[in-house]
């Protein structure tokens, strides 16, 4: 049963992501960019919606009434995809640091520049910390923006020891906003490739 629910999943939930870039692609390019964040809100609640259905794995986010006001640094450990989209509908202008080879993939690599997400050449690591700061406190000069970021800078398996980065330390530092660190299991029920869900 868990091989056929995975099955199942695994197949609308990226049919679903490619029908539904398609689909909203005329609207979200020609909409203002805080108009447009509609159409990554719509796709994370469908996503997870599709994961409780399907998966029947429910999602529960507790604690979203303690998240500030204006510009903060979201900090969730990295442990699946699950952690790439299921923050969006929780916050008001979500700015990720990315790698760089994501704005390549068609469709995928447009809606992410739309969103105005820092891209990052992973080759020199004091030169790409350097600038996501700044363009991090540009973004965040032009709007409050609420950049979620992963400390360990890479997916890591649940309960593996903790490997934190430096660079969120000197983000922390240079832009002076909250940090809200945040804690999930989702690696136990979406594990990085996996197939099973």
Known sequence: MLIIRSLAFNLVFYLSLIVQMIVWTPFYFLAPRHRAWFVPKFWSRTSMW???????????ITGVENLPEGSFILA???QSFWDAIAFFPYLDDALYI???ELTWIP???WYIMKMRMIPVD???RSKAL???VVATRQEMDRNPRQLII???GTRRPPGAEPSYKYGIV???TQLGVPVVPVAHVAGLYWPRRKFLR
């Open 50 to 60: 599709l994961y409780d259905k399907i998966a029947a794995t429910k999602s529960e």
């Open 122 to 124: 992973r080759g020199s």
């Open 170 to 172: 000197e983000i922390y």
């Open 150 to 152: 992963y400390p360990e």
């Open 76 to 78: 969730p450990k990295h």
């Open 98 to 100: 990315l790698k760089r």
């Open 107 to 109: 469709f995928f690599g």
């Open 130 to 132: 350097k600038a996501v």
